[in-house]
């Protein structure tokens, strides 16, 4: 191969930047050979066809729902931006780096287990206390818990960058709560579904058996005599920077995702508040940093922790990875010291070089630094919110002389780092294939005595060709890493292997915590309640178009039909003052706005894209409970709504997509799901709702008389939004009557939009919820469903239609009752499966000089 990266054919035009290593070419300026063939495929495909490619990979992101906050206390979410060409690595240059960071995390591990255990590098010197003490990493409350095993470190992340020499230095550890192995699994998922052809025939090292080794270590984590240990993913929440991630790894490692508040600490074991009944917790994988995660020893103002986690820990009747404390080991101090550390613990030297890194808490470290202010990137020791990083060159002489003194007041809390020439890869773009400087994580995961690594990784580079820096708040895209086998992998062991017989799981294994439950519970009231008003629009819609304002001499039915779905529109969603008040006027020049208002304004209580803002709210926090294709649907709904019709009331079209999407996600309830306790609960929350809404709708429409022309259309408006119009055809010739009418939607139990199947479907999903501790009395929400059920089976319908005017008193009444005793039932559904916590305040800190005890908080 003696091509250069001038000649070769990627993509004309390519060029890498003058004097910069580019990962296409090796040390001679000759394209490598997994590139060459890479090239190749791109060459076949064309300009055209890779920006198609480049495309389709966003709208796989965009369907999988694959977001990431943006740090620096935005509440900004963005959607996670991948190139889907790949950063291809031999592999010669894998095992080179596979060594390094293996070698590395042994190393941090070492450290680990003596900073809070003998603590022997303090006292012999080799570590300054200063730089340990000085850390708000290092957790006092964590010292002497241990995990089971020798291996403290359970994982880590090493970020990686390679030189104009083509040398790869270690830019940063993250031991805390390493992120973004979950993003790389997504990464490949997608580049395979982008390039499958080019993914197999360059046979890439696979992910699987990282994400099954790292299984097998959380169950190896377990305390002691622990045989089937029950393992959670602790999350700060659903707004996290990375809740994707977590909700992903959840679901890959098969392991339910909780918060703080879903785990409660009893006679020295952590607990799960499953629905009815407590169920140990023996590992946790946490995402959560360590000082949030116990508001009782740790930072007093977190909402995010387990009070009296620490004590667990500490007792040995949980193992939380990685574990508490592990921070300390992100000091960009440490840096400096891990060539000589390793010579001391390992008594071999460092294979993978830190990126040159002089402590200013040493003489001579800040001797160097304040020397060369100019040149360096100066950083604050800690990675908490807040911390600073100057760029020095970029620094006027005031600001480098300010910067100066705060360094020479607080020597320990700051380093000075070189800056690295970073290399560069290719990138696909709209302009074409262009270099983009890059750094890469790597992931490793203990396994026995030393450490796993991923094969490849996360790669990020910088968003502008000239850029030097990488952030996530700089528009930064992502990239796969792919390990080019020499020869076929093994795929031994990739899928479920055979194993010794077991036993199908108890009850309480398939537990979920009571705030799982209410998030899907309210997740299908929202799916249904955006179902009930995207069909009423569809039908309103449809009488606008049958009865234009100009035709309201000419066909008065029409107009009176039209003003009767408008209020009643109004009435069932809640947007006063809407329709109502004289705002039913057909020629009223608003009714455009309005409605398109009520399809569109995700801020309006009462409109679809509220309902489907509250439906996606409900979703996230469960994504691990889901089926991956339920983000189809997701992201479907959210484009749909995102990008709206012109102001002129509500499009068939969007409204027609909308309403496919929100049936395929019912669909996907009914057949993608188990019938297990969140099953139940979100079918629960889709029959409740769907009685409400019909309720409201017939309370809204049939209970004031019209004339015959327009009680007919109005019938037919009605039976049409319920769902209902072709059996009721089909059964009544088309004869129409108000108390077949009510006969097929409040009675007929075989109608699955029927008041009556509502409650039949209803009653049967708390019964499966629902434990008993002996006898059969009732619930207070079966009690309530059984006195709706007794109502319908002696409802008379004939009477309830008869009226000395245009008022139907008995029908409203009855209707009224129904409304009343399924919200009832609603309630008490959440009093009796649904934990209510008390509101979490911040503890009290100790009283100052003259401060009366007790009375001053955080």
Not at 203 to 219: E, I, K, N
Request: charged share 25%; net charge negative; proline share 7%.
């Amino acid at each position: 191969m003696t091509s250069t990266a001038d000649q070769i054919g990627l993509l004309a035009g390519y060029r890498p930047l003058p004097g910069v290593r580019d990962e296409m070419v090796d040390a001679h300026g000759r394209v490598r050979e997994e590139w060459a063939r890479v090239g190749h495929v791109l060459d076949g495909l064309g300009q055209r066809e890779l920006g198609r490619r480049r495309a389709e990979a966003a709208r796989l992101l965009a369907d999988d729902g694959v977001s990431y906050q943006l740090s620096g206390g935005t509440d900004i979410v963005a959607r996670w931006e991948l190139d889907p060409l790949p950063v291809l690595l031999s592999s010669a240059q894998w095992a080179e780096i596979e060594r390094g960071v293996i070698q590395r995390a042994d190393l941090l591990n070492m450290i680990l287990t003596d900073l809070y255990g003998p603590r022997q590098l303090l006292r012999r010197g080799l570590v300054p206390p200063e730089l340990v003490f000085g850390h708000p990493g290092f957790l006092r409350e964590a010292d002497q818990i241990r995990i089971p095993g020798s291996q403290q470190l359970f994982t880590c992340a090493v970020d990686l960058a390679r030189d104009a020499d083509g040398t790869y230095w270690a830019l940063s550890d993250r031991t805390q709560a390493p992120s973004g192995d979950g993003y790389a699994l997504e990464n490949r998922v997608v580049v395979s579904r982008v390039f499958p052809s080019m993914h197999r025939d360059a046979q890439v090292h696979r992910l699987a058996p990282f994400f099954r080794t790292l299984r097998s270590a959380l169950q190896s984590a377990a305390p002691p005599r622990v045989d089937d240990p029950r393992i959670v993913v602790l999350t700060p929440g659903p707004w996290s920077s990375s809740a994707f991630e977590h909700a992903y790894l959840a679901s890959s490692l098969g392991y339910p995702m909780v918060e703080g508040a879903d785990l409660t600490v009893r006679d020295g074991r952590v607990w799960l508040r499953s629905l009815g009944r407590l169920e140990p917790v023996d590992v946790i994988l946490r995402r959560v940093d360590s000082a949030y995660c116990d508001p009782l020893e740790l930072r007093s103002d977190s909402l995010l922790g387990v009070p009296g986690l620490v004590e667990a820990a500490r007792l040995g009747s949980v193992s939380v990875v990685n574990t508490l404390g592990s921070g300390v080991l992100e000091n960009p101090g440490l840096l400096a010291l891990l060539p000589r550390l390793s010579e001391q613990l390992l008594g071999q030297p460092l294979r993978l070089p830190s990126v040159p890194t002089w402590w200013c808490g040493e003489p001579d470290g800040r001797a160097h630094v304040l020397a060369h202010l100019d040149r360096l990137v100066i950083k604050s020791i800690t990675r908490e919110p807040g911390a600073e990083t100057f760029v020095g060159w970029e620094l006027s002489a005031g600001e480098r002389d300010e910067l100066r003194r705060r360094i020479e007041a607080r020597p320990y809390g700051w380093v000075g780092q070189e800056r690295l020439d970073l290399a560069t890869v290719p990138t696909l773009t709209p302009d074409g294939l262009v270099p983009r400087r890059s750094v890469m994580r790597t992931f490793l995961v203990a396994r026995n005595d030393s450490y796993v690594a991923m094969p490849g990784g996360l790669a990020r580079v910088t968003a502008e060709r000239d850029g030097a820096f990488i952030a996530d708040s700089g528009g930064a895209l992502s990239k796969d890493i792919w390990v080019v086998a020499s020869e076929p992998e093994d795929l031994a062991g990739f899928w479920l292997q055979p194993s010794t017989p077991v036993t199908a799981p108890a009850a309480s294994d398939e537990a979920m915590s009571s705030r799982a439950a209410e998030n899907l519970f309210w997740m299908g009231r929202y799916a249904e309640r955006a179902e009930a008003v995207v069909r009423l629009l569809r039908v309103v819609g449809d009488r606008r178009n049958d009865f234009p304002a100009a035709a309201g001499g000419v066909n008065p039915a029409g107009a009176a039909t039209l003003r009767s779905l408008l209020a009643a529109l109004t009435q069932i969603t809640g947007t006063h003052p809407g329709f109502a008040d004289g705002g039913t006027d057909v020629e009223a020049i608003d009714v455009g706005t309005e409605l398109h208002a009520l399809t569109t304004d995700a801020e309006r209580p009462g409109t679809l894209a509220f309902a489907v803002r509250k439906l996606r709210d409900a979703a996230y926090p469960v994504r691990d409970q889901l089926s991956a294709d339920t983000w189809l649907v997701m992201g479907a709904l959210e484009r749909e709504l995102l990008e709206p019709a012109e102001p002129a009331g509500p499009a068939p079209g969007p409204l027609a997509r909308v309403l496919t999407s929100l049936l395929a996600l019912a669909g996907l309830a009914g057949e993608a799901m188990v019938r297990d306790q969140g099953w139940h609960f979100l079918d629960a929350g889709r029959r409740i709702e769907r009685a409400l809404q019909l309720c409201a709708l017939l309370r809204a429409t049939v209970t004031e008389a019209h004339d015959t022309a327009t009680d007919s259309l109005l019938w037919e408006s009605v039976l049409t939004t319920a769902e209902s119009v072709i059996t009721y055809r089909r059964r009544y010739r088309s004869h129409a009557q108000l108390s077949t009418l009510l006969d097929l939607l409040l009675l007929d139990a075989d109608n699955p939009r029927s008041l009556a199947h509502q409650v039949d479907r209803l009653t049967a999903d708390l019964a499966a919820v629902t434990e008993r501790d002996g006898g059969d009395r009732l619930t207070e929400p079966e009690r309530l469903l059984l006195e709706c059920s007794t109502a319908l089976r002696l409802a008379d319908l004939l009477a309830l239609t008869e009226g000395d005017g245009p008022a139907r008193p008995d029908l409203a009444a009855f209707l009224d009752r129904m409304i009343d005793l399924l919200e009832r039932a609603g309630d008490a559904i959440d009093a009796a499966h649904f934990t209510r916590l008390l509101p979490q305040y911040p503890l009290p800190a100790a009283p100052g000089p003259g401060e009366t005890p007790y009375l001053r908080l955080v």
